[in-house]
């Protein structure tokens, strides 16, 4: 088949500069805003709120109340200090508090949009699949943002990790000192093997580095393979190729569950979910999927991908349902187990998100765009066979799911001081025009579509 490459134009670099300088604007002034207009005063009746709030929880919960005093499981002193401010409400979170954590679940949700990339690329070749070899090329040029975020990763932890992580506050491993925190002392080596709490956290960036490593060097791995079985043909490259997608699934399995505890899970260091990992990853894979589609109909639309059909675009857009309704499931019965247990130290991670005048509304409106919105959509037949609908739900979904990170992060770290706003706008519109920058670029500079992969004729007459 002749060979189709994607002309990265004058044109689109236009419009992402645009998006980024926008971005930038927006940042700013939001930035601005922030520090003028009384968010001194709106965050000292939010710290009010949220310790009654909390007292109030507490207050239903008597009988439990007094299980989590001994381990520090104090609701106002201990949960109330990690969601909000270390020292009790002398530091005020402000305007650049919410820029740090902008930053953090930009990070977190592009790494996983890029991993979900190297993730569905792999499993094509792991399973043996065939109708999805013409679209392949989208997903892998989705893995190059992997080595930027890995940067952005570790500099915005060892710059910010303190407006971040309550854990990483020295004096909560004093034993004896006005901010002894037992619980979280007793966590210590996950964050600082082999050196004592409060120092450097040895084991935690290690962790960062070396998942980021494995990533980074799989990936190239599986492009340079990719580039040689077009160049030269034949099976030997493709069967290589296997091989590395196994190893990244082994890798990946691991280290996606412990980079979802480590940079979110840990935010909220009193509470822990034994089914966060999967959540995160259904989250993550969505969106993944969605960007996916969407790729995949915009190139159609432009003369591109000139051999996918509707039959595939019904594939991707089933993926795309089901794995909606994938993460509906985790979502509900992580909240159902732990919401109606109405355990304090644990049904606070909700009572912060679902009881906020803050993120109540987030809460539901995560809900609508990322279930109830596309499985409306996306149910029939037809719907996802056609562009406009698919476009719509993932447009929708992608959106959706960057709220989703959003509520993780936020009420743990800037408590009733987060907003929405310009801020939040800003550096999504930063961190989403730099990240498409870097897909476009790697996606024109190879075939868009594999010219020599062995199941090219299974992909052209894939049909369901």
Not at 164 to 180: K, M, N, P, R
């Amino acid at each position: 088949m002749s060979k189709e490459v994607f002309d990265f134009s004058a044109g689109i670099k236009k419009k992402l500069a645009i998006a980024f300088i926008s971005g930038v604007v927006l940042l700013l002034v939001g930035s601005l805003l922030s520090s003028s207009g009384g968010h001194g005063e709106e965050h000292a009746e939010g710290d009010h709120a949220e310790l009654a709030e909390a007292g109030d929880h507490g207050t239903d919960h008597e009988t439990e109340g007094d299980h989590g005093e001994p381990a520090g499981h104090d609701t106002d002193d201990a949960h109330g200090a990690e969601a909000g401010d270390h020292e009790g409400g002398d530091h005020e979170k402000g305007w650049f508090d919410r820029v740090v954590i902008d930053l953090w679940v930009n990070n977190v949700y592009f790494t996983g949009l890029a991993l979900i990339g190297l993730f569905f690329f792999a499993i094509q070749y792991a399973a043996q699949a065939g109708w999805s070899t013409y679209i392949l090329r989208i997903p892998l040029s989705m893995a190059s943002w992997i080595l930027p975020a890995g940067v952005l990763m570790f500099l915005t932890f060892m710059i910010f990790n303190h407006d971040i992580f309550h854990w990483t506050h020295s004096d909560l491993y004093e034993v004896g000192g006005a901010h002894y925190d037992e619980l979280i002392a007793g966590k210590a080596s996950f964050f600082y093997l082999p050196l004592e709490g409060g120092s450097f956290p040895v084991f935690f960036v290690a962790r960062m580095v070396i998942f980021f490593g494995a990533w980074v060097l799989l990936f190239r791995r599986l492009r340079t393979l990719s580039n040689l079985e077009d160049e030269l043909g034949g099976t030997t490259y493709w069967y290589k190729m296997r091989r590395a997608s196994v190893a990244f699934l082994l890798i990946f399995a691991v280290s996606s569950s412990v980079s979802a505890w480590d940079w979110i899970m840990s935010i909220d260091t009193h509470w822990f979910s034994t089914m966060f990992g999967w959540y995160v990853f259904a989250s993550w894979f969505v969106a993944g999927l969605a960007l996916i589609t969407l790729m995949t109909v915009l190139l159609k639309e432009a003369g591109y991908l000139s051999q996918v059909t509707s039959n595939h675009l019904h594939d991707l857009g089933k993926f795309v349902f089901a794995f909606s309704i994938f993460w509906t499931y985790i979502w509900f019965s992580q909240f159902l187990l732990i919401y109606y247990a109405n355990i304090p130290e644990e049904s606070v991670y909700f009572v912060e998100r679902f009881l906020s005048d803050k993120y109540a509304p987030v809460f539901f409106v995560n809900l609508i765009m990322n279930f109830f919105f596309p499985f409306l959509v996306l149910i029939t037949r037809d719907a996802k066979r056609l562009n406009v609908f698919l476009k719509i739900a993932c447009i929708v979904i992608i959106l959706g799911h960057w709220i989703d990170f959003y509520l993780m992060v936020t009420p743990g770290t800037l408590g009733e001081s987060g907003a929405f706003g310009l801020t939040e706008i800003g550096t999504y519109l930063i961190f989403g025009s730099a990240f498409l920058f870097v897909v476009l670029k790697a996606l024109s500079s190879a075939a868009l579509v594999p010219k020599n992969h062995p199941m090219l004729e299974e992909a052209k007459h894939h049909h369901i």
